[in-house]
Every structure is written in C-alpha cells, then in structure tokens.
C-alpha cells in the first residue's frame, strides 16, 4: 500500500498525541501502587467503561470477525455473541460486588475470601497463571494480528515495525501506569472506531453498495439467512444445534475467558476497581457490555462480507479484511486506518502490560518476596515487571498460527471453571480448595478428551458440544465433591468477607444470621433478576436492529430498535429505584488497611 505525505502526517500526528496524553500522567502514577494500577479508584463509569471497550478492540477483532463472517457468515459470531449472558450477569450481581471488595486485582480476591495456606497458594498461582502464560498468548496473538496488517499494508519489515509499535506503548504504559493507559484509551477508542466505520462505507460502496453486496453474499452462502442471519438456520453444517445449544445454554457460564469471565475478572475488574464507588462500577460494565456486543461488530461485518466477495479464494480469510483496507481506500484515508489499527493495537496492549504487571507485582513480589516494600520500590518493580511482560509476549506470539487459534487455546483451558467462580460470592461452603480443583480438572479433562480427538477447534463437529459438556460434567462433579469432602473457610474467615461485601442471598444465611443480618437480600434484590432479563433482550435487539437496519429489513430493524430502547428504559426506572444503588458508598479499605499489607 503506496502512502503519501498525508497519510504520513496523519500517523505522525496520532503518535505524537497518544504519546503526550501516556506521559502527561506520569507524575499521578509514581504516587502510589493504587494510582498507578487502579487509577486511584477515581474514574467516572464512561472513561472507566471506555477503557474496557478500546481493551477489546484489539488489532485481531476486526480481523477475527471478517473470518468468522466468510467462513459461517453473520451467525458465525455466537463463538463470542454469547458472552452476552456472562456480561449482563456481570453488570447487575457482580460489579457493585468486586468494587466493595476493594482489593487492588481480582486474584487478591481470594484472600479475601478464603484463608490460610491454600488461599495463599490459589492467589499466587492464578496471579502466575493469568500474568505470564494468559496474558502472554493474548498479546501474542495481538500482535500477531498487527504484524499480518503491515505485512499485508505496508512495505516495511513487519517485525521491526510491529516491535516499534510495542515499544512506544511500553513506553507510556511503563510510566503512567493506569492513568495514562486510561485516558489515551479513550482517545484511541474514537481512532479506531472512527476508521473502521469509515472503512466499512467505502468498501461497501466498492463492491455497488449494500444491495449488491446482499445479493453476492446469498449467492455465495445459499441464502440469506445462511449469510445474514443472527441465529443460524437449524442443520447449518458448521454450526450444529447442539453446538448453539450449548453457546446458549451452557458455555456463557461454565466457561472462563479473558473479557468475558463469569462473575467478572481480569481488565473488567481492575476497572470496575477503579471508578468512584459501586453506582459507577455498575454503570461502566453496562456501557462496556452495550458497546462490545451491539455497537461495534456490524462495521467488521460489512467488510467481511467485502473481503468474501472480492476475494473468495484465501487461504487464510482473516486477511481479507486487510486486503480491503489496501485495496480501496485512498489517501489519506490510508493514513488514518493504519492510525486506527495501531490504536486498537496499542489500546489492548498497553491494558495487559498493566493488568499483568499488577499480578506479578501486588500478588506475587509483595505478597511473598517484599511486603515490606516502599512505595517508591512497589512503583519501580511495576515499572520493571511491564518491561519484562513485554518482552515475552513478543516470543509468544511466534507459536500462534491465527487468532481464532488463541481464542480457541483460551477458551478450552477454562471450560468447566465458570460455575465456581460465580458461586463462590453467593455461597459461604465453597472454599480455596474448590477453586483449586476446577483449575486442574478443567486443565487435565482438555488433555485428556484431546488424546481421543474430542476438541474445541471446529465448531463444526458434533465434538465441540461433546467436549464441552463432558469437561463442565467432570469438573463441577469434582469441585463439588473436594469442596463437601474438605473442611469450610473458618468463621472468622467468612465474617471478615461477609461484612466488607455484603453479598446476601439464602447462599449465606448461616453467616448473614450469626451477625445479625438476617435474611440480607441479595444487592438490587429481584430488580436484579428483571434487569439481566431486560439487559439480554435490550443488548441482543440493538444487535439485530442494527444488522436489520443495514442489510434486512427497515421496519423489522425498527421493532428491534423499539424493543432495545423500552429495555433499556426499564433498566433505568429499576436503577432509580434500587435505593442501596442509589446510596452508593466507597467501600474501599483505607490504604494503610490494604488486603495485600496485611496478609
């Protein structure tokens, strides 16, 4: 892709203000070991919530998506549409939770929760788990996905580029810490997202527009719910019901998957810890599950669609998407998308060098090797801890033949693990041990069923579902079985989490009554039910909506946009009305009173 002066100055300039907004907040972010990976809990829900969508969109979504659609079409998607069930669940009986848990990560959570030796050693193994392999396969397959985007867009050596790429975000992210990630987040979110729509109308409008686009994708595909249907129709070949099933009715809470956890956990949470106070947490993870899953795909769609179209004979189809980039736009429109994908690129990476830094940091050096440290030592070992971060991800990435490789890598590993993490809040017995279990069964039941061919690779096969099940069978038999069969987290234990918490519900009667809380309701109460129900439907019409809007049907868009907006509408009149929302405190334990100082 030849780029001229325009496009040159554009790039330059979209460098140049991300990396003054990184480094405008270094002086916050020396302050403390709170500033630096939690914002000083000071965000407001839209930045906070912002910040969780630019994670996201990384430089592989778009691409992962545009092979998802030529490969299955639009229905192709459910891979992660149902996460839609975990991040609505998230929202209403998890987020106000984690914020008045007010520990620094989600993995300081557990000794909070539980405690003694086993707590210790869950909290310092999951804080190795997610920080180095996790984290590391996820920055790998990003940048593997930007290397693919210069390869094809650019005449440059993609490594060297990708590497100065990665080195200008360690660089504000090594110095501002969460602050400057934060903000230059939001910056990069409207880049990004303003050139894929961009991109998504001019190569629309290069293939005759949307007509004729609708009517060489049901060429190709045989019809047009095959091409353009959000459910897929019923005996499709890549999609099998008993896979869409298990999508819908099992997977959204068994599985564990970075940005989608059951219960909340990783960035999601270290956002949520970072607003104001439980109202604001609420707030950020509704407008991050609203903008994942129903703003932003249908502009990768559409140019999906284009890639499929103007070349159907890929080997690999997530590269249509680039191809479309180099092949349509002029300049300096150019210029602004590679600015775009950088964007997405360094908005995700900058996230998981601070997100993995605070686990190897806060979890792992001062919790067993200097819990002495002073802040000026906690602040440089952070520092130190997102450079070494850096440098491994970028070794990783060499093992990832594709994205939808690494989401699949990801999601195998955690099947079966979602029950245990959503209990664990709304049930006193479960214990360390019962973590523990879940871990390793769900790791040694993937090994195992693979040596007889049973797979999360094609969802295509009758065994995707079957894996599936039998991995969320054994392992909630297991920990199910370890946890009766070991003895429950002490008294003291269970009232320390209890009155920081708060989590109500017949799950924790015994403890609620021994203090003298009675039957505590579960926070929001039966609004909580309702407002899941209404977040499904109000998310899921507003997908559709828009999909009808652009490629269906006019008035049927309509409706579904109806539908989306009376949701919503109710969700608000029940946020009124939730009183305990609505007085809203900051939970959060004094500094000198930290979890992590005092274990």
Not at 241 to 251: A, D, P, R
Not at 275 to 298: C, N
Not at 483 to 512: H, I, M, N
Request: proline share 5%; charged share 10%; hydrophobic share 55%.
């Amino acid at each position: 892709m030849r780029l001229v002066l325009s496009d040159w100055l554009i790039i330059a300039l979209y460098f140049a203000i991300s990396a003054a907004i990184g480094l405008a907040y270094t002086r916050k972010a020396s302050r403390s070991l709170s500033d630096y990976f939690v914002s000083g809990r000071s965000l407001p829900w839209w930045l906070a919530g912002t910040s969780m969508v630019a994670t996201t969109f990384a430089a592989d979504t778009p691409l992962a998506v545009a092979g998802f659609v030529a490969k299955y079409g639009v229905a192709g998607n459910w891979l992660w549409w149902n996460g839609v069930f975990s991040g609505v669940l998230t929202v209403f009986f998890f987020a106000r939770l984690w914020r008045r848990a007010g520990v620094l990560t989600d993995v300081e959570f557990a000794e909070l929760r539980y405690g003694g030796r086993p707590a210790a050693v869950l909290r310092g193994f999951r804080a190795l788990y997610l920080a180095l392999p996790i984290n590391l396969i996820i920055m790998g397959w990003v940048t593997r996905a930007m290397v693919t985007i210069l390869q094809v867009t650019m005449h440059v050596n993609p490594w060297r580029a990708a590497i100065l790429l990665f080195a200008i975000t360690a660089l504000y992210s090594v110095f501002s810490g969460l602050w400057g990630v934060i903000v230059t987040d939001a910056f990069q979110f409207v880049v990004a997202m303003g050139g894929t729509i961009l991109l998504a109308v001019v190569a629309v409008g290069s293939v005759g527009g949307l007509d004729v686009l609708k009517e060489k994708a049901v060429a190709h595909f045989g019809s047009a719910d095959a091409a353009f249907g959000v459910l897929p129709p019923v005996g499709q070949a890549w999609l099998p019901l008993s896979t869409l099933l298990i999508f819908l009715g099992v997977q959204w809470w068994a599985a564990w998957y970075p940005g989608q956890e059951p219960g909340g956990g990783g960035y999601v949470v270290q956002r949520i810890l970072s607003v104001k106070d439980e109202r604001h947490g609420l707030l950020a993870t509704l407008w991050f599950t609203i903008a994942h899953y129903a703003l932003r795909p249908w502009p990768w769609i559409l140019v999906g669609f284009v890639g499929l179209i103007r070349y159907p004979h890929l080997a690999n189809p997530e590269e249509g998407y680039v191809r479309v980039m180099v092949d349509v736009l002029p300049s300096p429109l150019r210029g602004l998308l590679l600015a775009a994908f950088a964007a997405a690129y360094m908005s995700t990476i900058s996230t998981h060098l601070n997100w993995g830094a605070s686990y190897l940091v806060n979890d792992v050096y001062l919790r067993f090797i200097k819990p002495n440290a002073s802040p000026r030592a906690q602040v440089i070992a952070s520092r130190s801890a997102t450079v070494v971060l850096m440098v491994c991800s970028l070794i990783v990435m060499s093992y990832l033949s594709s994205v939808e490789q690494g989401w699949k890598i990801l999601i195998g590993l955690g099947a079966g693990t979602g029950l245990v993490f959503i209990l664990r809040w709304y049930w006193w017995r479960v214990n360390a041990w019962s973590e523990i279990s879940a871990m390793i069964t769900s790791f040694v039941t993937s090994i195992l069923l693979a040596r007889f061919g049973y797979t999360l690779d094609n969802l295509g096969q009758p065994t995707y579902a079957i894996t599936m099940l039998i991995t969320v069978i054994v392992t909630t038999v297991v920990w199910l079985a370890v946890t009766f069969a070991t003895a429950p987290e002490s008294d003291a234990t269970l009232e320390r989490f209890y009155r920081q918490v708060r989590p109500g519900g017949p799950g924790w009667k015994p403890v609620s009554t021994r203090l003298g809380f009675g039957d505590d309701p579960i926070p929001g109460g039966a609004l909580s039910w309702v407002n899941w129900v209404a977040g499904l439907a109000a998310v899921y019409c507003a997908l559709v909506s828009v999909g009808q809007l652009l490629t269906g049907s006019s008035l049927r868009g309509a409706l579904y946009g109806g539908a989306a907006i009376a949701a919503f509408a109710l969700i608000q009149r029940n946020l009124r009305a939730d009183s305990q929302l609505a007085a809203s405190v900051d939970r959060t334990p004094r500094p000198d009173l930290e979890l992590s100082q005092l274990s």
